[in-house]
């Protein structure tokens, strides 16, 4: 009989981060239904072990969700992005950064509703890493501020708004084309708009 693997005995902290590490696969396959006994099978330790670091599993459901919506990656990419290259590059590379994060995350958005309502402090935390992705893309699009109606913060929020709705097909369609924009389109729409720019006249000396 094949016995189970057990992980060696670690500090509170590693314990904590092995847990959050292991609970992170079966929220993002199964949702917040998971059960403490599949995230101990996961994690190689017994149901009890869970008990000992985190008081019940929704206190563990919550560590894991903030750890995938952590926005420190995101952020610290912003700040990477080049402020020299043009805006247009600037947001497109910012576009990708934040889709990509998306992506990952994109089965656990609905998990936070079901667990904010219950903590104050969570809810809280996961508004603060917004407002700071907010930030992030308004610092990125600050040196061009004379370039646009509306301001860098204005701006990061109608362009969060449509990284955010590429990502989930429109707020809860399924499919169409809303979740089919690539990164340039994403750029494209802000920055130009939707209405189709109509070739130019040809003025008369060119007919002639």
């Known amino acids: 009989m094949t016995r189970r693997r057990r992980v060696p005995a670690m500090a509170p902290d590693d ?3 092995a847990l959050i590490a292991a609970t992170l696969p079966l929220l993002r396959e199964y949702g917040t239904a998971i059960s403490t006994r599949q995230i101990a099978e996961a994690a190689g330790v017994a149901e009890g072990t869970i008990f ?3 008081p019940d599993k929704a206190s563990l459901l919550r560590a894991a969700l903030m750890s995938a919506f952590d926005p420190q990656p995101a952020v610290d990419a912003l700040a990477a992005i080049a402020t020299k290259a043009g805006l247009r590059a600037r947001l497109r590379e910012a576009v990708t950064t934040l889709r990509t994060g998306m992506c990952a995350n994109a089965n656990l958005m609905t998990a936070p509703r079901e667990l904010m309502a219950e903590d104050a402090e969570f809810r809280e935390r996961m508004i603060d ?6 930030a992030g893309l308004a610092a990125l699009i600050e040196p061009d501020r004379d370039r646009l109606r509306r301001s860098p913060e204005a701006t990061a929020q109608l362009l969060l708004m449509l990284i955010v709705a590429s990502v989930h ?3 809860g369609q399924q499919g169409g084309e809303f979740g ?3 990164d340039e ?3 494209s729409d802000l920055l130009d708009g939707l209405l189709v720019r109509p070739s130019p006249t040809p003025s008369t000396e060119s007919l002639s």
């Open 15 to 17: 314990r904590r981060a």
């Open 52 to 54: 000992g670091v985190f």
């Open 129 to 134: 890493g917004r407002r700071r992705m907010l």
């Open 169 to 171: 097909r429109g707020f």
């Open 180 to 182: 089919e924009m690539d």
């Open 185 to 187: 389109e994403i750029v």
